[in-house]
Structure formats: structure tokens, C-alpha cells
């Protein structure tokens, strides 16, 4: 006669119940903190690409940046989201080159408690300007009232070139007051003529943007 | 190795969907936030469907950011509901530009001054998609003109550069010229 055996049930000890119950709560808050962790990097980068961009928006010449769809209309989302965010107002990309510098030419964030020179060359037959503002895009206070220099307003060398100077103290030639801002971003505009401009020109126009060299600190 | 093992694929996999999923919303509701545009800024101060000649930008006076100081500008916020309107323009020399803007920034319309001689711009912007005519932004941007582009609202702006104190006198007389004026259709 065949035997059976049977087991007794064995209730699980404390010990193991409150492994499986850790171990639930474990994989809760991991899964919780991914999730979280996953939204703030979602938000950071969406904001960092619309408010600084990317290479998916964004052409760099040395320490200017170029959107290069900005006011098209067949414009990238991160272009589009950084007019709507930013309020600038921007000639588009077909009509004008707009380029903006946050550091100076080895890569240094610009900031007003440093002297800058800014080596220009000549831009035969093309209107330009050179604006500075502070991080949030407000003209920075000054005595001279002075804010821009354009190809009108600049006096440049014999030879077409120019250099314009940022600085606190004041200094002879095109020097433009930068004192007590912060953080500093450049905008560097040059128009189009009238008839377009072709894409080699294009290129030679990009390789003609100023060098920003930082001089001093104090 | 062990390292891999180590590595829930699955919390990774979840938070690679997450993160992509919520930078693809935040990118379009950025998009779609119309309320900080420069034309919700300029059409909250300015009359509409009327060319306004602004003051010179100085910190005082910016109206939007990073507006920049090289130039004076007029600014017309436009609205056709019902009917066109009409542009008129002189760019007399090199630096003088007259935009059209959507809402969202789009430029519709730009043209350039030449150093050759002076442009005038005859703009006509109506309301309805069906009875564009024909312009692009890249649409040849020269001679005096008279043309048509579709825009339900929008914004113009003209823009005169600033060549220094002998010459804001005729820069300001040249802008003065400028016009946007309701048109019945």
C-alpha cells in the first residue's frame, strides 16, 4: 500500500514577511522616484533646449549661436517655443543673420566685471549692429547712453575692421559700459541685402563674426 | 558584469518613456503658450490696425527683450476680421526694413532697403487663406512693390536704423510716412 506524505503548511516567519513587504515598498519608491526623476528631466531638458538650444536648432560659430529656422515657417518645435517663450522679435533667418554670445571666444561666460575687446572684420555692403544686454534681455543703465554700435555708428579702422571694447570704466573708441549687469549676452546682427544672399555668402558671413577677448577681471 | 545584473532594465526602460514622453508636452505647451509672444506684448500697449512710432529703446523704454537699441521702430498690431489692410512704406537706404509677423513670430512678409535707391512697399494683408496671391519670406525682396499676403493677425514693424543725432530729424520724418490703415473690402 503506497503511502502518501503530506506537508504540514508552514506559516511564513516574521522575518520573511517583512523581507516581502520591504521588498514591495522597494520596488514602489524606486519605481516612484524614476518617474519623478524622469518628469524633471523631461521639463530641464524641453527648457534647456527651447531657452539655450541645441544642435537640433542651432548653429555655433565659436561663442555665437544662430537658430538657424527661427521666424520660418516651417520653423523646428524649440525654435518656435523659444520666440513664444522669449518674446524676442526676430528677423527671420532667410532675411538676416542673428547671433547671440554668452561666452567669450575660450569658452568663459561674459560678465560685467570683466573688460572684453571685440575684433570685428569688414562686412563690405552689409548693415550690422552689435548690442549688449544683461541675461534677461534688458539694455544695461549707463551714463553715456550708450548700448550699440551698428556699421553707421562704429568708427572703424583704415581698413574696414573694427574693435569695440565692453568694460566698466570708460575707454577711448567704440568702448560700450557694461558695469554692474551680471551676466552679459551679446546680439550680433547683420542684414541681408536686398537681393538675399547667397549660400557661399552665407558661409563667408559666418566666418567674418567677431572674436570676443577677454582682457581683464576685477 | 555584475553590475548588469544589478541594473533593473525595466524602472531604466520606464524612465527613458517618462523622460521622452514628458519633454515631447513641455516642448508643445511652450509652443502653444502664445501669452509672453512679442505680439501678445505689443498688443496689450499699442493701438490696433494703427502704425505707432515708438520712443528710442533705452532702458526706460524697451518693449520687448533684447529689442535691440541700433534702430527706432513703428509698430502696427493688425487684426483683418472682416476686412483688409493696407501697408505703406519707405525704406530710403541700407539698414531700413519692414516685417510682417504672425502671432507666434513668424515672419510672413520682410523686405530689406537696398543701398541703391530708395523702396516703397505697397502691402495689401487680408484676412482668408482662399485668396492669397502669392508671397513668401523668400519671395524676392526687391523694388517698390505692391503686394499681397494672407494674415488673419498679426504684427508690422518698420524699422529704421539709428545713424546717430544729425540724421534722427529725416529718420524720423521717413518713418512718419509709414502707414497701416484698415481697407474695406
Known amino acids: 500500500m503506497a503511502s502518501l506524505e503530506l506537508k504540514s503548511y508552514e506559516r511564513p516567519s516574521a522575518l520573511a514577511l517583512v523581507r516581502t513587504v520591504a521588498a514591495i515598498i522597494f520596488r514602489a519608491v524606486s519605481l516612484i522616484a524614476a518617474v519623478a526623476l524622469a518628469t524633471g528631466v ?83 555692403g552689409l548693415w550690422w549692429s552689435l548690442s549688449v544686454f544683461d541675461a534677461r534681455g534688458r539694455l544695461i543703465r549707463n551714463d553715456a547712453d550708450r548700448y550699440t554700435f551698428t556699421a553707421d555708428t562704429i568708427a572703424p579702422n583704415p581698413n574696414g575692421s573694427y574693435v569695440v571694447t565692453l568694460g566698466r570704466d570708460a575707454r577711448p573708441g567704440n568702448w560700450i559700459p557694461t558695469g554692474g549687469a ?37 | 558584469m555584475n553590475l548588469f545584473k544589478r541594473i533593473d532594465w525595466r524602472l531604466l526602460v520606464i524612465f527613458v518613456l ?44 524697451a518693449l520687448l527683450p533684447y529689442l535691440s537699441p541700433d534702430a527706432r521702430y513703428a509698430f502696427c498690431p493688425f487684426d483683418t476680421a472682416d476686412r483688409a489692410m493696407r501697408v505703406h512704406a519707405l525704406l530710403p537706404d541700407l539698414g531700413w526694413t519692414v516685417g510682417v509677423y504672425a502671432p507666434d513670430g513668424t515672419n510672413l512678409y520682410f523686405a530689406a532697403a537696398s ?71
Not at chain 1, 551679446?186 to 541685402?193: G, S, Y
Not at chain 2, 508636452?25 to 511652450?30: D, E, G, I, R, S
Open chain 1, 42 to 124: 523631461g521639463v530641464w531638458s524641453s527648457r534647456y533646449m527651447i531657452s539655450r538650444g541645441s544642435p537640433l536648432s542651432v548653429d555655433s560659430y565659436g561663442p555665437w549661436q544662430h537658430w538657424r529656422a527661427l521666424g520660418r515657417e516651417n520653423a523646428d518645435p524649440y525654435s518656435k517655443a523659444h520666440l513664444a517663450s522669449t518674446g524676442k522679435l526676430r528677423i527671420s533667418a532667410d532675411s538676416a543673420g542673428i547671433f547671440e554670445a554668452r561666452t567669450d571666444s575660450q569658452g568663459a561666460r561674459l560678465h560685467s566685471s570683466c573688460n572684453y575687446k571685440i575684433d570685428g572684420a569688414s562686412l563690405p
Open chain 2, 18 to 61: 517618462v523622460a521622452v514622453i514628458v519633454h515631447i508636452v513641455a516642448t508643445f505647451l511652450a509652443v502653444n503658450d502664445q501669452r509672453g509672444t512679442a505680439y501678445a506684448r505689443l498688443a496689450n500697449v499699442l493701438p490696433h490696425n494703427t502704425m505707432t512710432i515708438v520712443g528710442p529703446v533705452d532702458t526706460q523704454q
Open chain 2, 115 to 185: 543701398s541703391e535707391r530708395e523702396t516703397t512697399i505697397n502691402l495689401s494683408i487680408i484676412p482668408a487663406d482662399d485668396r492669397f496671391l502669392g508671397l513668401s519670406s523668400e519671395a524676392p525682396q526687391t523694388g517698390d512693390t505692391d503686394q499681397t499676403i494672407a494674415a488673419p493677425k498679426g504684427f508690422i514693424v518698420v524699422r529704421a536704423p539709428d545713424r546717430g543725432d544729425p540724421y534722427r530729424t529725416e529718420t524720423q520724418s521717413v518713418l512718419e510716412k509709414a502707414s497701416c490703415s484698415v481697407r474695406r473690402t
Open chain 1, 182 to 218: 551680471g551676466r552679459l549676452v551679446l546680439v550680433f546682427t547683420v542684414l541681408d541685402p536686398a537681393n538675399g544672399l547667397s549660400d557661399e555668402q552665407r558661409v563667408e558671413r559666418n566666418k567674418r563674426l567677431p572674436v570676443i577677448t577677454r582682457e581683464s577681471c576685477s
